[in-house]
């Protein structure tokens, strides 16, 4: 299963409050609420666009999750802790906009969510703060149990197909298709998204990806952003996994590399003992591995001509003299 997280930003289009608001509110609460006590604004949750990731929903996907996200509490900074919890999403709706395209030709098509706070006096300098567009961006979680390559349709969970992410065929841009959603767990006030507007961050923190697949994945993440992208925690894990594997596949390289150019330059002294070893020393500090076991192997030749092995263990052949017969009379 992806976890998946969106960053996308805040509005207030929808800061009045309505009786129906009101009753909706109310089913959530356990205390009446009024129009005075709570404050009101929109989120647009997710959309259909490719993001920077090269990843985007399926219209069906987002009309999936719009039901999932009603009651769901909003948090700050993901820090899972309940004196944290700001807001609570007590209506969501699917928005068409019929003169707007994506890059696929579809009609743009985002998941808006209507959410409330208390009015209170620790939640004034957030509202204060979202009132004058400093609070815009939030990110929003979800999971979804498919992520097809918009090419040729293969999960790119458990295969990785022939396609690249990111390059196009016949002028499509492939990416992948996040569909069959199957929980929506949180959405969070955040700092810095991932995108300049309205941006996206994803984490595959619970997938079953393969290891080597997802660190792949986590990888071409990277190379497709610029200067101004966030990687999520769980993408971190696994960038610092892959970075201590290849430490350690460094410094056993590096010991079989100095082993090499020992043996080498022990030949070379034995083999050609009027060249200075110095030079030789310099020569070697520069070659790689392989160029060092193409000369261990020139080298051992060579020493195998200069000085044939002696067999130890064949049977002396028997001489007609006795022992100390010279001393015989």
């Not at 998946?4 to 129906?20: A, P, Q, R, V």
């Not at 790119?156 to 990416?175: A, D, F, M, P, T």
């Not at 030949?267 to 160029?291: D, G």
Request: aromatic share 6%; net charge positive; charged share 30%.
């Amino acid at each position: 299963m992806s976890k998946i997280k969106k960053d996308f930003l805040c509005s207030l289009d929808g800061s009045t409050i309505s009786e129906k608001d009101l009753e909706k509110i109310n089913s959530l609460a356990r205390k009446t609420q009024t129009q005075e006590s709570v404050y009101v604004f929109n989120v647009v949750l997710c959309d259909n666009e490719i993001d920077r990731d090269f990843e985007r929903f399926s219209v069906d996907a987002l009309n999936l999750l719009a039901p999932m996200f009603v009651g769901k509490t909003g948090i700050l900074d993901h820090n899972m802790q309940a004196n944290n919890q700001v807001a609570r999403i007590f209506e969501t709706r699917i928005e068409t906009d019929l003169l707007k395209k994506t890059r696929v030709g579809e009609n743009y098509t985002k998941l808006v969510a209507r959410a409330y706070m208390a009015r209170t006096q620790k939640n004034q300098d957030l509202i204060a703060e979202i009132d004058a567009g400093i609070k815009k961006e939030v990110s929003v979680g979800c999971a979804v149990s498919s992520v097809k390559c918009s090419v040729c349709g293969q999960d790119l969970r458990q295969n990785r197909c022939s396609h690249k992410i990111g390059e196009k065929y016949k002028n499509e841009v492939c990416h992948g298709v996040l569909g069959n959603p199957t929980d929506a767990y949180e959405w969070s006030f955040v700092a810095v998204p991932a995108q300049v507007g309205a941006g996206v961050t994803k984490s595959f923190g619970a997938s079953k990806v393969k290891g080597e697949q997802k660190v792949r994945s986590v990888i071409e993440k990277v190379k497709s952003m610029d200067d101004d992208f966030m990687i999520t925690r769980d993408e971190l894990d696994v960038l610092k996994g892959e970075i201590s594997e290849l430490k350690q596949q460094a410094k056993d390289g590096q010991f079989y590399k100095d082993s090499l150019r020992c043996d080498v330059l022990k030949m070379c002294a034995t083999t050609m003992p009027n060249v200075e070893m110095k030079t030789v020393e310099n020569v070697l500090s520069r070659a790689s591995a392989s160029e060092l076991a193409l000369l261990k192997s020139a080298f051992a030749e060579k020493m195998a001509q200069a000085i044939p092995p002696t067999i130890q263990l064949v049977p002396q052949k028997q001489s007609n003299k006795t022992i100390n017969s010279e001393f015989k009379m």
